[in-house]
């Protein structure tokens, strides 16, 4: 028997570090950065916001079909409305949904944000601040991984 393909939904403001950590993990990262510099040759093109995240699900679910065995999503993923189509996702397909939460402070976000090529406006950052929400296991996910600025990486498991 095979083993359960997993989502791991990545969750942070812009500058958290998800992206980084993403690279560094060696496995498929379906991004919205990356498919919005895709479908528009401008990855600070939000006029197609909608066409974006349609890719992205189309993706993750081809991915879920194909039963590979781990897809990361690198977007905000900022709240439990934005996070829930993965779940459900995962449901459908029969895989895992975990949660990664990068619990940056929005200073080092902004600061780092700066040091950019493709800057996001700092009100902007501070808008989804004041909605982000931390990914729980009481919205499906079966493990959910916080990782604090400089600190130890708390993890929480549904089966423990």
């Known amino acids: 028997m095979r083993d359960r393909p ?5 969750s942070g403001l812009p500058g958290s570090g998800k992206s980084t950590w993403a690279r560094k993990q060696g496995v498929a990262v379906v991004s ?11 990855v ?3 006029l197609i916001h909608g066409a974006v995240f349609a890719t992205v699900r ?10 590979r065995p781990v897809t990361y999503v690198d977007a905000t993923n900022s709240t439990t409305g934005e996070r ?8 459908l397909y029969d895989a ?6 990068f619990d940056t402070p929005v ?5 780092r944000n700066r040091g950019r090529e493709r800057m996001v406006p700092e009100w902007a950052i501070e808008a989804m601040a004041a909605r982000i929400s931390r990914p729980s296991l009481e919205e499906g996910f079966s493990v959910v991984t916080i990782y604090s600025a400089g ?5 929480y498991d549904a089966e423990s």
């Open 32 to 42: 919205t950065d990356d498919v919005r510099f895709l479908l528009s040759d401008d």
């Open 58 to 67: 189309y993706l993750v679910r081809k991915r879920l079909e194909l039963r």
């Open 107 to 111: 200073e080092i976000c902004k600061e």
């Open 6 to 10: 997993r989502i791991v939904v990545l």
């Open 151 to 155: 600190g130890i990486p708390e993890r």
């Open 44 to 46: 600070s093109n939000q």
């Open 96 to 101: 895992a949904a975990e949660a990664v939460f």
């Open 84 to 91: 829930r189509t993965y779940i459900k996702l995962a449901q």
